[in-house]
């Protein structure tokens, strides 16, 4: 029972790159979550969806995509990487709105 | 804006000691408040969730109360053990499906 599954783990980029983080749930989950975590800022919310082919803008939504094509994945892409994206990125997943957000391991991403 | 607060920033005991974690919102209008543990490298694990309208929630040595009106939520964590190392984190969900998460706990049990 994997739960919520990110990949990579690690990655290193350069300024203006691209990539795309993935999220994958086998819990059956109608809502996803993107969060990035930073020292002394707590975890933020950077996009979420309500379902499959939904998604919608959270805190710091700025210079991030969000995918939702399948229902148990949830992608998140960086069209031009920038040195303050540089942090962990959590995905989290749950049946309902409010009911406990179970999270992945989170993504290290460093920019350079 | 919902601010969440939780105090104290870190904390050291020896095993087999009872504490309590603090956490306050500002905004009383939530939908429930989540207590999560999140171990150094890894992501974060729900410990308890109490409803808006509940007062507290139990699981095995962790008790967590909601005080709405005061703005306030206790974590007691009972006879701790080194196991119970870990950062602790307390969350407010808001409207918007959105999580407003406090800095958290660093909780540190000495064998």
């Known amino acids: 029972n994997a739960g919520v599954t990110q990949t990579p783990k690690f990655r290193v980029l350069k300024t203006g790159q691209s990539m795309t983080l993935l999220c994958a749930q086998d819990m059956n989950h109608e809502y996803m979550y993107w969060y990035r975590q930073d020292p002394g800022m707590g975890l933020r919310l950077i996009h979420y969806?309500?379902?499959?082919?939904?998604?919608a803008k959270g805190e710091v939504p700025d210079g991030y995509n969000v995918s939702r094509l399948k229902k148990q994945n949830f992608l998140l892409g960086l069209e031009s990487a920038a040195p303050s994206q540089t942090s962990v990125y959590f995905c989290?997943?749950?049946?309902?709105?409010?009911?406990?957000?179970?999270f992945g391991d989170g993504t290290r991403l460093s920019i350079l | 804006k919902q601010e969440v607060t939780q105090i104290p920033a870190a904390l050291s005991v020896p095993e087999g000691e009872n504490l309590v974690l603090n956490c306050s919102f500002t905004d009383s209008a939530i939908y429930n408040l989540q207590w999560f543990r999140q171990d150094p490298g890894k992501g974060l694990t729900s410990l308890l969730l109490?409803?808006?309208?509940?007062r507290e929630q139990t699981s095995g040595r962790l008790n967590a109360s909601l005080d709405k009106s005061s703005g306030r939520s206790t974590l007691y964590i009972a006879a701790s053990q080194p196991g119970d190392s870990a950062t602790y984190l307390c969350?407010?969900?808001?409207?918007?499906?959105?999580?407003?998460f406090g800095k958290g706990t660093l909780l540190t049990v000495n064998p």
């Open positions: 109490i409803q808006s309208s509940q």
């Open positions: 969350a407010v969900l808001v409207s918007n499906y959105k999580l407003t």
């Open positions: 989290a997943s749950s049946y309902e709105q409010n009911q406990p957000q179970h």
């Open positions: 969806s309500v379902g499959e082919g939904t998604t």
